[in-house]
């Protein structure tokens, strides 16, 4: 009998940021590569992640041998407590990846029944008919990995996320080594990061960032506040053994900076000396000039810590005049008018705000590769077939033409999005083939609804809790009220008891604005959402429904 055979179906992550997802199949066999959520857009009201919609694994649940993953951001690991609910498989990581993952399943509730495997860098393992080797590649967190996959076809590589960094901060370069093998020996496909396609030349190395910061540190009068991914240990790292130099101790703001501080010095995977942290408690009182703050929310996420920080809403510190504020991560596109909206109240408070530039000397480098780097990986695999992977369409298609141009792929280049397999034959040739179910499902407040169109979403929450709709009068130069808010509802209560809700309703969305600082009240979108979170918590703790709540502000 001849050979079935290897089909590779994306399930997230072609076409679009986030929800990276990729299923390889061998006959009965299935192991899913990496498991990951995108946050959502301003559009989607009310949902908290969104993650890829797994039919096609469920319709073949059996099969599903395993997943494994590639690194520990969100957009990698973050549905993978929603998706062990459907298919509790086991799950392959390395150390720090599967740290997380481990604090993720606990607070879901799902850690006892979860089968963990932790695999070092350099590490082979089996799954049915796959052998996986995980080859050590740099990026912009730690204990990140491609995969290196030996099917009974031939061999498949999945990059992972990747850059080739030569200095890195833990000196475990980029394992080039390892392409260079499987190159020579002959690759079936490879599955490559298209993140960074349109930058020419090289992405700079994690320790280009030292010097700006060292020199921002050295200049700043008073305390220093540094904001950047939590997961970016190496960045961590860097801000710490820079604060100890110039005479500073550290401390660390917002919870999953806190969080992933612990967990990557529990590992041994994060250097922070004794005697060097300052408590969380002890801030206010610590003298400015020898304090450096680590903090979350450099993508100005609604009520994050720099939020908070640029509002003075923060129960543990307050920023001054003179103070230095340092944000050491990418601007997100689509995140642009918030964290322009949060500079704009750091700089209103007088204070030294700093944030990606082109200077020579950055105080932010990516984790993804740039085009030079790009064509070094396809040199050395010199791949049959190439498909390149994480990415909006644009992305995914200069990333095809530049290997296209280089002329190293020997057989097909494919254009995918998520849902769109290719089924590898046994003689070697590829082939796109018809659909699979893929898509998102958006999850809200821990509970999975599937959705194709935000529409039907509002439909379905218009139609079993209704709709909940604060009308807010603010004078939009003091920011004060011009009459008490009218709460507006349809379909959310029955008629003998909802006047006294709605009384103490009003009375809740009084309060949020009361509690409210001056700049808060004047930053719309800031208003809308400590609203709808106040209001949402009171209607759900008093009747046990989650109505659509649309907070309307009304300047006059």
């Known amino acids: 009998m001849s050979k079935p055979s290897l089909w590779a179906i994306p399930l997230g992550g072609l076409g679009e940021f986030g929800m990276n997802m990729m299923a390889l199949r061998y006959a009965e066999d299935i192991l899913v590569l990496d498991a990951g959520l995108m946050f959502p857009d301003s559009e989607l009201l009310g949902v908290d992640v969104v993650i890829p919609d797994t039919t096609y694994l469920k319709q073949n649940k059996r099969a599903v041998r395993a997943i494994v993953l590639t690194h520990a951001h969100e957009d990698h690991i973050g549905a993978i407590p929603y998706i062990l609910r459907d298919l509790n498989v086991p799950v392959y990581g390395t150390k720090f990846t599967l740290a997380l993952v481990r604090k993720k399943l606990t607070e879901h509730g799902l850690l006892d029944g979860a089968t963990l495997h932790e695999i070092p860098s350099g590490g082979t393992f089996e799954v049915g008919p796959f052998k996986v080797e995980f080859i050590h590649v740099t990026h912009s967190t730690i204990d990140c990995v491609a995969l290196a996959i030996r099917t009974p076809l031939g061999v498949i590589i999945h990059t992972?996320?990747?850059k080739m960094d030569h200095t890195p901060v833990d000196s475990k370069p980029f394992d080039l080594h390892a392409f260079a093998r499987y190159g020579r020996e002959g690759v079936l496909a490879l599955f490559s990061d298209s993140t960074n396609v349109e930058r020419p030349g090289y992405t700079p190395s994690e320790r280009e960032v030292r010097v700006r910061i060292e020199e921002l540190f050295r200049a700043a009068p008073e305390k220093i506040v540094v904001s950047c991914f939590a997961s970016s240990i190496h960045r961590i790292q860097q801000v710490i053994d820079i604060a100890l130099e110039t005479g500073r101790k550290v401390g660390f703001i917002g919870r999953s900076m806190v969080d992933n501080v612990e967990i990557a010095h529990g590992l041994g995977q994060l250097r922070v000396p004794d005697g060097s942290v300052v408590r969380p408690q002890d801030v206010r009182t610590f003298d400015p000039k020898k304090l450096v703050l680590l903090a979350s929310g450099s993508q100005a996420e609604p009520m994050s810590a720099l939020s908070r920080i640029a509002v003075g809403n923060h129960r543990l510190l307050e920023i001054a005049e003179n103070d230095t504020v340092i944000l050491s991560s990418r601007i997100i596109p689509g995140?642009?008018?918030a964290i322009f909206r949060m500079i704009d109240h750091l700089f209103r408070r007088q204070v030294l705000v700093y944030y990606e530039s082109e200077?020579?000397?950055?105080?932010?480098?990516?984790?993804?590769?740039?085009?030079?780097?790009?064509k070094i990986l396809l040199q050395l695999v010199r791949p049959k077939h190439f498909i390149p992977v994480h990415g909006e369409y644009r992305h995914l298609f200069r990333h095809a033409a530049l290997a296209q141009r280089l002329g190293v792929v020997s057989g097909e280049?494919?254009?995918?999005?998520?849902?769109?397999?290719?089924?590898?034959?046994?003689?070697?040739?590829?082939?796109?083939?018809?659909p699979v179910t893929a898509g998102r499902v958006l999850v809200d407040s821990g509970s999975l609804e599937e959705i194709e169109e935000v529409v039907i979403r509002d439909r379905q929450n218009l139609s079993e809790d209704g709709v909940v709709v604060p009308i807010i009068a603010i004078d939009k130069h003091t920011g004060k009220l011009e009459s008490p808010p009218e709460i507006v509802t349809r379909g959310f209560l029955p008629s003998d008891d909802g006047n006294d809700i709605i009384v103490k309703a009003r009375e809740v969305v009084m309060k949020t604005i009361e509690g409210s600082n001056a700049e808060e009240k004047t930053d719309w979108t800031v208003m809308k959402e400590k609203i709808r979170v106040d209001l949402k918590r009171y209607l759900n703790r008093q009747t046990a429904k989650r109505p659509l709540i649309l907070p309307v502000i009304l300047e006059i």
Not at 368 to 374: D, F, G, K, P, R
Not at 416 to 426: A, D, I, N, R, Y
């Open 413 to 434: 280049i494919f254009l995918l999005e998520s849902g769109q397999p290719v089924e590898f034959k046994p003689d070697g040739t590829a082939h796109r083939r018809d």
């Open 335 to 337: 995140n642009e008018k």
């Open 359 to 374: 200077r020579t000397a950055p105080i932010h480098v990516s984790g993804h590769a740039s085009q030079e780097e790009m």
């Open 160 to 162: 992972g996320d990747w």
